[in-house]
């Protein structure tokens, strides 16, 4: 079966064919001069949306008045967009007008000198007129032209910068950094979504930490979670966070987190300790900063910023469900084996345990709850951790018992002893639970 590439070549050829100037544009050329594998193929072509649906078959009229269309070869979708320049932009998103144009002008209204490169799909030849060459050598994210009315025309191009210095591990050039400093407002005009899912990029890249600290330095996260800004600067008890205020410990978190984290996973490391500077108090009688019950309010906070942000139910579930259960792990070896057994059968366990890792390891560097818990996980290995109950209701109706609280009560008392051992069977619960009626 062709790859991806092959077909992205069979659509631009068809389009040369036609007498049409074609090149691949933006992210496409900019990964593959990485060395990256492109997830995709944007076209740009001098054909109009009229002349592409003429060729095609499959086509699709997604953006006709900006001489956008789409292309469906083989189960994949191309985007192919006419040369243009654009009108102004009063909404901070879209351009009131487009006029159709050269490759030139085309690539001078887009928006990082890396992203506006061209490459000719069957020559390979590179046209740039940009200089994106140059920045991806250097490693800099670049507005082309002016920073300040290339961020008007579309502000979420101020997350975008981020977004890219976080995955690729850029700088940004100075003029634009200073750009993004100075319209950080400009976030206001973009909707949640859009920004949510620019946020979601950024945390998901390999350098989430990278990305955290530009949206704060820039002001950005004034307009995303102004939450974290009060980290900064927020004490923690020396002596169990040797590495600094609340913020750092995020920080050394994000950085140490695993490759590939889950979207859950990596917003409730953000957000663990987002609960501290309100439950913030110092002890005077033992000279100690105190916490308490951060977990909590930092669980009902992390809920409240996540639906602000408008996440899926599923998301901000498992997220703060994460950042009420963080504490938990320091309790995990006093537990009884049924308890335990009930703690590593939460359905984000995996998560939870890498959220503890990092936790400790930024802080005190204890690891005897993390191990023992590996270590259970070995001994419990050849059974479900919670099998199948001994005993159901209707056991309990069997034996005249009215429905009500007391079934909850007895049936959890029998999957205690169940997970303990002390049940091993259906006969021997059945007789326990006579014995039991019987008092």
């Known amino acids: 079966m062709p790859d991806l590439l092959h077909i992205a070549r069979s659509v631009s050829q068809t389009l040369i064919d036609a007498g049409h100037t074609t090149y691949f544009a933006g992210g496409c050329v900019r990964d593959a001069l990485l060395q990256t594998e492109p997830k995709d193929y944007d076209i740009a072509s001098s054909a109009s949306p009229a ?38 932009y009063s909404d901070g998103r879209r351009p009131e007008s487009v006029t159709f144009a050269s490759p030139e002008e085309d690539a001078q209204r887009r928006d990082f000198t890396i992203n506006g490169l061209f490459q000719h799909p069957l020559t390979g030849e590179i046209i740039d007129y940009v200089d994106g060459q140059v920045d991806l050598k250097k490693q800099l994210i670049r507005a082309i032209g002016d920073p300040a009315q290339r961020f008007q025309e579309d502000a979420l191009r101020l997350m975008r910068a981020i977004r890219f210095a976080t995955v690729l591990d850029f700088a940004i050039e100075p003029a634009t950094w200073q750009a993004i400093c100075d319209h950080a407002q400009l976030l206001e005009k973009i909707s949640t979504e859009r920004i949510r899912d620019e946020f979601s990029k950024i945390m998901l890249s390999p350098h989430p930490r990278l990305g955290i600290q530009l949206m704060v330095d820039s002001g950005l996260m004034r307009y995303v979670i102004p939450e974290v800004y009060d980290l900064i600067g927020c004490e923690q008890p020396p002596q169990w966070h040797p590495e600094g205020d609340v913020f750092t410990h995020t920080m050394i978190m994000l950085e140490m987190m695993m490759e590939n984290p889950s979207l859950e996973l990596a917003l409730a490391v953000l957000l663990h300790d987002i609960g501290k500077p309100a439950t913030y108090t110092y002890d005077e009688e033992n000279q100690r900063i105190r916490f308490n019950g951060h977990d909590k309010v930092g669980a009902e906070m992390a809920e409240e910023i996540l639906r602000r942000l408008r996440y899926s139910n599923a998301t901000i579930e498992a997220a703060t469900a994460m950042v009420d259960n963080h504490m938990n792990f320091m309790h995990v070896q006093q537990m009884r084996t049924a308890k335990v057994k009930k703690f590593m059968s939460r359905p984000n366990f995996e998560d939870e345990m890498e959220l503890h890792r990092v936790d400790c390891a930024s ?77």
């Open 363 to 439: 802080s005190n560097g204890f690891t005897d709850n993390y191990e023992f818990l590996r270590e259970k996980e070995a001994e419990f290995a050849a059974e479900p951790l919670i099998p199948p109950p001994l005993l159901t209701g209707k056991d309990l109706i069997d034996r005249q018992l009215a429905p009500g609280p007391q079934f909850k009560d007895i049936l959890n008392q029998a999957q205690t002893l169940q997970l303990e051992g002390s049940l091993s069977d259906r006969d021997q619960a059945l007789s326990w639970l006579d014995e039991f009626l019987s008092q």
């Open 51 to 88: 002349e592409i649906e003429a060729l095609f078959e499959k086509t699709n009229n997604v953006g006709a008045h900006f001489g956008v269309m789409l292309v469906r070869e083989q189960k994949n979708s191309f985007e192919i967009a006419r040369f243009r320049t654009d009108g102004s």
